[in-house]
């Protein structure tokens, strides 16, 4: 499981939600291999007063951050943000100012679907 949250300044973010969401989840799709209907992704537009960022980013900076189980190889993991750079920036979204953190946890920390992750049949791989 992959859960996304993006960051952004509301005037910029609110306007190119869907197209950003299908662009990062053809990158996820093809880095991590995920079949196509599991997309979880959140969007969190914020005020300009409400978002510090260096001087050096304009106000398309962009965070992105992914919560996932553990198990994918780093090349994977590189692909994905590698991926993300490229395709992002034909929304406006330099490389200069995208940011991507990835957190991993164990499949036993989550919980979905009323059980915990660990037991759990899953329609994909981990392990790319």
């Not at 859960?3 to 973010?13: A, C, F, N, P």
């Not at 919980?111 to 037991?119: A, I, S, T, V, Y």
Request: with cysteine; glycine share 4%; hydrophobic share 35%.
């Amino acid at each position: 499981m992959t859960q996304v949250k993006v960051y952004g300044i509301r005037d910029y973010l609110n306007p190119i939600k869907q197209q950003l969401s299908d662009a990062i989840h053809s990158c996820v799709m093809e880095a991590l291999q995920y079949p196509v209907d599991k997309r979880f992704h959140r969007f969190f537009p914020l005020d300009k007063l409400d978002f510090y960022y260096p001087s050096a980013r304009s106000d398309k900076y962009t965070i992105i951050e992914f919560s996932m189980f553990e198990g994918r190889s780093v090349e994977a993991k590189k692909q994905l943000i590698r991926l993300l750079f490229e395709r992002l920036q034909p929304l406006g979204i330099s490389s200069q100012d995208l940011e991507i953190t990835i957190f991993e946890t164990p499949k036993h920390n989550w919980g979905f679907r009323g059980l915990p992750g660990d037991e759990h049949e899953l329609n994909y791989k981990v392990d790319v």
